[in-house]
């Protein structure tokens, strides 16, 4: 790919590019990452589709919290961005990030359940006795962890998260984050999905005012289950990467680099499943996003 602007920060999936003192050029890879670990194989069209799906939040969700997007068309975008980068890229605003990944969960998997099953509590909360894997919480929680720049994100509890961002951002973060997920989770909803769980991030303006930043209620950062074949009980089948984390768990890898190589058939059934879930999440074609 080419691309004339100065590469500033490689993450697990996105790459970020100075596009001038207040902007950032955000591309979204190919690149699948479970576990903190990257998978040694891309899944095709998966940057487009993350791109796709945030720009499509991110405007839905534009009432309840503003957002750093500047641009998702390309002629938008300075020079020296190759026509490659269509679909996948986005020009955004320069952010200083708030150091949390801020999790809404609405039904009970994955490290909730994890914590559940041996506690009944999720995060220290009190959870009612009797719940099965994959149950609907009685209510949606906030569930904030670290955001390490390497390594596993760890579970925080709202006292260390309060201590790292004041009581009053906290606050904050924690309606916006649930607002966000009670937004999406309703659409969701009306396209016969279930919106599980979700990760958001936020950044700061200078003037201190908060943004909503990355990613917004993607496959990457959320679970989404069919809704006409879901069932308490187990793993249901998904929209997102846990079909990638079914495939690993099966297979006993200790979830320490190196990953062991991606079959073809997960790869070409996360992309499919990642189109899937565009399409009915949004009513659009994907074929008609940028760079298709």
């Not at 903190?36 to 095709?44: F, M, R």
């Not at 936020?202 to 069919?226: A, N, Q």
């Amino acid at each position: 790919m080419s691309i004339e602007l100065p590469h500033l920060y490689s993450g697990k999936v996105r790459d970020l590019y100075d596009a001038g003192s207040d902007r950032l050029l955000m591309v979204a890879t190919d690149r699948l990452s479970i576990f903190d670990v990257i998978l040694p194989s891309p899944v095709p069209d998966k940057g487009r589709v993350l791109t796709a799906i945030s720009s499509y939040w991110f405007e839905a969700t534009s009432d309840l919290i503003d957002n750093h997007v500047i641009a998702v068309d390309p002629s938008g975008f300075p020079e020296g961005v190759g026509p490659e980068f269509a679909g996948r890229a986005t020009l955004v605003e320069r952010t200083t990030p708030v150091r949390m990944e801020c999790i809404a969960r609405g039904y009970l998997f994955g490290g909730a359940w994890k914590e559940y099953s041996g506690s009944t509590t999720v995060q220290g909360r009190s959870m009612p006795s009797g719940l099965l894997e994959a149950s609907e919480l009685p209510e949606p929680i906030f569930t904030p962890t670290t955001k390490p720049d390497f390594g596993h994100d760890m579970p925080m509890t709202d006292a260390e998260a309060i201590e790292l961002v004041g009581e009053d951002r906290f606050e904050e973060i924690r309606s916006v984050t649930l607002a966000v997920y009670a937004r999406g989770a309703a659409m969701a909803k009306e396209r016969g999905i279930i919106l599980a769980d979700t990760k958001l991030e936020f950044g700061l303006r200078p003037d201190g005012s908060l943004l909503l930043i990355d990613e917004v209620l993607t496959p990457d950062s959320s679970r989404y289950w069919p809704g006409e074949s879901y069932a308490p009980g187990g793993s249901p089948p998904s929209f997102d990467k846990q079909y990638v984390r079914d495939h690993y768990l099966a297979i006993g890898w200790n979830q320490e680099p190196p990953a062991p190589p991606v079959p073809s058939e997960v790869i070409e059934g996360t992309r499919g499943r990642y189109i899937e879930a565009y399409e009915r999440l949004t009513g659009l074609r994907f074929s008609d996003w940028y760079g298709g």
